[in-house]
């Protein structure tokens, strides 16, 4: 079957709107003081939102590459939509992220630290110990390069994840519900 979805504009709009949101939504956590939050509770909450974020624009670009493309679209389609999206606002985020700890915030990764360290006192460690830890931690601090690779190799995988699930669940259904007219025709 020949495609008529404009693969490119859908994945190109898509992941520069991820990848905005995805920037607005770390300057908001940046302003309100939730970037360093040391509660285990919001962090969670944090993470999850920026899931659901990723999982939105993401399913939105299948849910229009389908549309586009008559009602059909594979789990490889899908999978190659996700990817595609993902890592390109992986791109987007990986220059954010290298501008902030560098520009915007170039104390990241002693904040990281101090944040760290204040959780681990909490758990009774000694003087000790804690200076052993963050000064492992300030040894191992990641160079530009990682700082860039990161989100970019986590937008990859996480679009093809998540247009893998995405799009599993988007062809189950559509052979569901033609499953459900061609039974309702008899």
């Given at each position: 079957?020949?495609?008529?979805?404009d693969?490119?504009?859908?994945?190109?709009?898509?992941?520069l709107?991820?990848?905005?949101?995805?920037?607005?939504?770390?300057?908001?956590?940046?302003?309100?003081?939730?970037?360093?939050?040391?509660?285990?509770?919001?962090?969670?909450?944090t993470?999850?939102?920026?899931?659901?974020?990723?999982?939105?624009?993401?399913?939105?670009?299948?849910?229009?590459?389908?549309?586009?493309?008559?009602?059909?679209?594979?789990v490889?389609?899908?999978i190659?939509?996700?990817?595609?999206?993902?890592?390109?606002?992986?791109?987007?985020?990986?220059?954010?992220?290298?501008?902030?700890?560098?520009?915007?915030?170039?104390?990241?990764?002693?904040?990281?630290?101090?944040?760290?360290?204040?959780?681990?006192?909490?758990?009774?460690?000694?003087?000790?110990?804690l200076?052993?830890?963050?000064?492992?931690?300030?040894?191992?601090?990641?160079s530009?390069?990682k700082?860039?690779?990161?989100?970019?190799?986590?937008?990859?995988?996480?679009?093809?994840?998540?247009?893998?699930?995405?799009?599993?669940?988007t062809?189950?259904?559509?052979h569901?519900?033609?499953?459900e007219?061609?039974?309702?025709?008899?």
């Amino acid at each position: 079957m020949e495609t008529k979805a404009d693969f490119k504009n859908i994945v190109l709009k898509s992941a520069l709107l991820l990848g905005g949101v995805g920037i607005a939504y770390q300057v908001l956590l940046y302003a309100t003081g939730l970037l360093y939050s040391g509660s285990a509770g919001m962090s969670v909450l944090t993470t999850v939102i920026s899931i659901a974020i990723s999982v939105w624009f993401i399913a939105a670009a299948i849910q229009q590459y389908k549309n586009e493309n008559g009602g059909f679209i594979t789990v490889g389609e899908a999978i190659k939509v996700g990817a595609v999206v993902g890592l390109i606002a992986g791109v987007i985020l990986a220059f954010y992220q290298v501008l902030y700890t560098t520009v915007i915030d170039p104390d990241y990764y002693q904040r990281t630290i101090d944040l760290v360290e204040q959780k681990m006192s909490a758990m009774g460690l000694s003087e000790e110990q804690l200076k052993t830890f963050t000064d492992e931690m300030a040894k191992h601090k990641p160079s530009l390069l990682k700082t860039f690779l990161s989100p970019l190799i986590s937008g990859g995988i996480g679009g093809l994840v998540l247009g893998a699930i995405i799009g599993a669940i988007t062809v189950s259904y559509t052979h569901l519900r033609a499953h459900e007219t061609r039974h309702d025709l008899v």
